[in-house]
């Protein structure tokens, strides 16, 4: 019994016990540049954003200015430019529309050094439309299913774009409080962290909303670097968190995010 009372005391005192720990942390001077980009079959000005690498999660990224990005196909070369000073994001100057079945290589020249990454835009596939729900009586609904979470060999990005700006009451309101984008996807791969991932926020929207959905093809690599992101951001801190790690890029040294070539479908539907 004393054996059993002693045991439990120590348990007691290790548990009220604290002990504050103060972390130094290095702070280095990272040059790296983060770059975002997809090239798609859109005919639209494509779009690439080159910012610097964050060393506090709060901090707005300083966008990387007076860069020269190219990007190659075949023979061709696409020149973006910076369409707003000091905004670090890179534009066609004309709405160009990205060739299927073809590889891209992308340079960017920045202080001097060279930025390479390259890439190749699968077919755009043919999808089921999104689901969605009434919630019991009201005008209110919201999105059942999207797309599988796994597919060994279609990996695919799913980007919803809502807008209820036009249906009263909401018209009378700034119309872009009455709009949403949200992300999907299917990977190659079913992780236990995205099983048991944290609860997002459940988005509503009333009847007579304009969803648009867009499919991206993904590339095995694209579809890895997503998957990456996805285990140090929505799939973190649920019951099976994994630990933290460098999320791949196909960028060359120096620079970080990704580069990628997309093949899109687009499909349209009206809240009735």
């Known amino acids: 019994m004393k054996k059993y009372f002693l045991f439990i005391l120590i348990i007691i005192i290790s548990l009220s016990c604290e002990k504050q720990i103060e972390w130094h942390l290095q702070n280095e001077d990272n040059e790296l540049i983060y770059v975002d980009g997809i090239i798609t ?64 290589f992308l340079r960017i020249i920045y202080e001097g050094i060279n930025y390479t990454a390259n890439s190749f835009m699968h077919t755009g596939l043919n999808f089921f439309p999104l689901q969605y729900s009434q919630i ?17 060999s279609r990996p695919a990005m799913y980007e919803i774009l ?31 962290s995205e ?11 009333p009847q007579g909303t304009t969803i648009i959905e867009k499919r ?29 790690a460098n999320v791949p890029t196909n960028l060359s040294d120096g620079a970080a995010g990704f580069f990628g070539a997309c093949g899109v479908t687009v499909d349209t539907i009206i809240v009735q």
């Open 216 to 244: 991206y093809s993904l590339t095995p690599v694209h579809a890895e670097f997503i998957r990456e992101v996805l285990l140090e951001t929505n799939w973190n801190g649920g019951l099976f968190g994994s630990t933290s």
């Open 136 to 152: 019991n009586s009201t005008n209110k609904y919201r999105i059942n299913w999207v797309a599988p979470a796994f597919h060994p």
């Open 162 to 192: 809502l807008d209820w700006s036009d249906v009263p009451p909401y018209n009378t309101q700034d119309p872009e409080l009455s709009k949403a984008r949200l992300l999907y996807y299917t990977l190659p791969s079913l992780d236990v």
């Open 41 to 104: 079959n859109e005919l639209k000005k494509q779009t690439i954003k080159l910012t610097g690498i964050m060393s506090d999660p709060n901090e707005e990224p300083v966008p990387v200015s007076d860069a020269v990005v190219l990007v190659m196909i075949g023979d061709s070369v696409i020149e973006f430019n910076e369409e707003v000073a000091n905004s670090g994001i890179y534009q066609t100057t004309v709405p160009v529309k990205g060739i299927i079945e073809q590889p891209y």
């Open 195 to 205: 099983i048991f991932a944290p609860q997002l926020e459940n988005l509503v929207f």
